[in-house]
């Protein structure tokens, strides 16, 4: 059965920093994408993040110059490096995988709190 499960959220003040990691438990057949959502009350979900297979980076305007994603592909393993948190930035994130056949992947989310 595949699992992803994330880690590294939690409660930070305001400019700190936090490393989210999603780990896959289980195989998926040639992952293609790893991308990183978040959701925050009463909002629409929305992509902050993708990386490719080949290493190639998208980012939402929103995290630009703050987010880093990266990928471990030999442990199927994805990272969100965020820095300069705002409150804004306050709510539950989510990795998802797309495998070569288009099938999606998601974990089921780690709480991250901006606040003072």
């Known amino acids: 059965q595949v699992q992803l499960v994330e880690s590294g959220g939690g409660l930070v003040q305001p400019g700190g920093s936090l490393r989210l990691s999603c780990a896959l438990s289980?195989?998926?057949?040639?992952?293609?994408?790893m991308d990183w959502y978040r959701q925050a009350p009463g909002k629409q979900r929305e992509l902050v993040a993708t990386?490719?297979?080949?290493?190639?980076?998208n980012y939402a305007d929103t995290g630009k110059g703050r987010f880093t994603i990266s990928r471990d592909n030999a442990k199927n393993t994805v990272h969100l490096q965020m820095n300069s948190l705002k409150p804004e930035d306050t709510a539950v994130y989510y990795c998802?995988?797309?495998?070569?056949?288009?099938?999606?992947?998601w974990g089921r989310g780690t709480q991250v709190t901006v606040s003072s």
């Open positions: 998802r995988f797309v495998d070569a056949y288009h099938r999606e992947y």
């Open positions: 289980g195989n998926i057949f040639s992952i293609s994408t």
């Open positions: 990386i490719r297979s080949g290493g190639s980076t």
